[in-house]
């Protein structure tokens, strides 16, 4: 029998194997590599990027992974924030003064400064919201900020918007993968107090890619990381676990102590047969955005305007940001050498009406797109691929705040862990997925001790406080 089952080769699961390395465990992973929706590609001194781009540092979860395990991460040099529309490309200054300098109508201006206005006062409100207060959990903070301002989407907050105002406000809120009407009210001032405070919380970048995290794990487990392994079934016994999966056609059963089941919601559903009735509602009631991301590797030689930008918001676009990758090596260089990495994002609506096209197509609409944001972008790619990602991210919609604590309920032999737990992307998956690990931990020695309580007979599900640092989505 093992001591642990990993479900789910995402960074949650690679989390709780790095943490679980010194028991005996296997982790299971239904794809062909390891890392879910962190991916990259090493290019020379850049690396094309199609998932995950930015991570907390200071006293998170994903500061202290990346230090145990060795991994390099830098703070991400240059402009996090500037914006193209209208015709106007802005790199500098301050991102709440940056409506005032893109042409547009009075009347639109207008509109955009009242719904402004109504923003900056609630993300004060927020700010107050998310401290941690004297003396409570991280999991008490969790739920208050699932609590704010929940009960309404973010477009019946805002109310009607001209639609520059409107298509200004997208960027910042569609980035959960929800539109304005999807995403609660709580969450899409939350994405605001994000972007307004750039730097105070996602702003490291890992050195090579991040995949340099999500392999390197990986590798180091080895063969205990099993790819190609589709789980069908969880099912909880008095004192174990079994595990029933699928691999290259062959049908397997593993039994464990424990289970880490790190997958997300929609799959968590569905595997865990026998997890309590109102905790697999629960997890059906999860809601994911959908996604599309493209890499490009250009050639050009000379210096680029942008060259010194990290993130361009593109309202009105086929993407709502273009990411510079090539930024990260680029501010360490003596000088500028040949080539950059830019990463292209749609979520929500946006993905929607790309999911209907071909991959050629996709590519074609970004690089027409691209050529508008970046003058003569597309002479240059040498290298383009499009990632579709119809599950992207789960967002909180009105009403989410009422599943979290069915979903972080205590007991029994199955761990959860994912971002689906939190408001933090990333920094959630590593946080719960260490923090599954950890109940794993002290399940596995007092089980070693001989003086453990008994277990239900009956199913139940066991999960932890969710991420570390400042939450929002």
Request: net charge neutral.
């Amino acid at each position: 029998m093992r001591d642990v089952v990993i479900v789910g080769g995402g960074i949650a699961g690679l989390a709780a194997g790095w943490r679980l390395r010194h028991w005996d465990t296997v982790l299971l992973e239904a794809g062909h590599r390891v890392g879910g929706r962190i991916r990259s590609e090493r290019r020379g001194q850049y690396w094309l990027n199609w998932g995950g781009h930015v991570y907390a540092g200071g006293n998170s979860s994903t500061a202290w992974l990346l230090g145990d395990t060795g991994i390099d991460s830098v703070a991400v040099p240059g402009s996090l924030t500037g914006l193209a529309m209208n015709g106007k490309l802005l790199l500098s200054g301050r991102v709440e003064a940056y409506p005032l300098r893109i042409p547009m109508s009075w009347p639109s201006r207008l509109s955009l400064l009242r719904a402004g206005a109504k923003v900056r006062l609630a993300v004060a409100k927020y700010a107050r919201i998310v401290e941690l207060r004297t003396g409570e959990d991280e999991a008490a903070r969790q739920q208050r900020v699932y609590d704010f301002m929940n009960d309404r989407s973010f477009a019946d907050f805002i109310g009607e918007l001209s639609p520059d105002a409107e298509a200004l406000f997208k960027p910042t809120v569609t980035r959960s993968a929800a539109d304005l009407h999807e995403i609660s009210a709580g969450a899409g001032v939350g994405y605001f107090s994000l972007v307004w405070n750039i730097g105070a919380g996602l702003s490291r970048s890992i050195l090579g890619g991040p995949s340099t995290l999500t392999e390197g794990i990986a590798a180091a487990l080895a063969d205990r990381v099993q790819l190609g392994a589709a789980v069908d079934e969880v099912i909880q016994k008095r004192h174990s676990v079994l595990v029933r999966y699928r691999q290259h056609g062959v049908e397997h059963e593993v039994e464990a102590r424990c289970v880490v089941l790190a997958t997300p919601a929609t799959v968590s559903h569905r595997v865990g047969v026998d997890l309590d009735r109102d905790v697999r509602d629960a997890l059906s009631k999860v809601v994911y955005g959908p996604y599309v991301s493209a890499a490009f590797l250009t050639d050009e030689t000379e210096r680029r305007v942008w060259d010194d930008a990290y993130a361009i918001a593109t309202p009105k676009r086929s993407f709502n940001v273009a990411l510079n990758m090539s930024n990260i090596a680029r501010g360490y260089e003596a000088e500028r050498r040949p080539g950059s990495s830019i990463m292209t994002f749609s979520p929500a609506g946006l993905a929607r009406d790309l999911l209907e096209l071909d991959d050629d197509e996709i590519r074609k609409t970004y690089l027409d797109d691209l050529d508008q944001v970046l003058p003569n972008f597309a002479d240059n790619v040498v290298e383009a691929e499009v990632q579709r990602w119809p599950t992207g991210a789960p967002y909180c919609f009105p009403g989410r705040g009422k599943l979290q604590p069915v979903l972080t309920r205590t007991g029994g032999r199955v761990f959860l862990a994912g971002d689906y737990l939190g408001t933090l992307y990333t920094e959630t998956a590593i946080h719960t997925g260490l923090a599954a690990a950890q109940d794993a931990q002290s399940l596995l020695a007092t089980d070693r001790q001989g003086t453990r309580h008994p277990s239900p007979v009956g199913p139940s599900v066991s999960h932890v406080s969710t991420t570390s640092t400042a939450v929002r989505r």
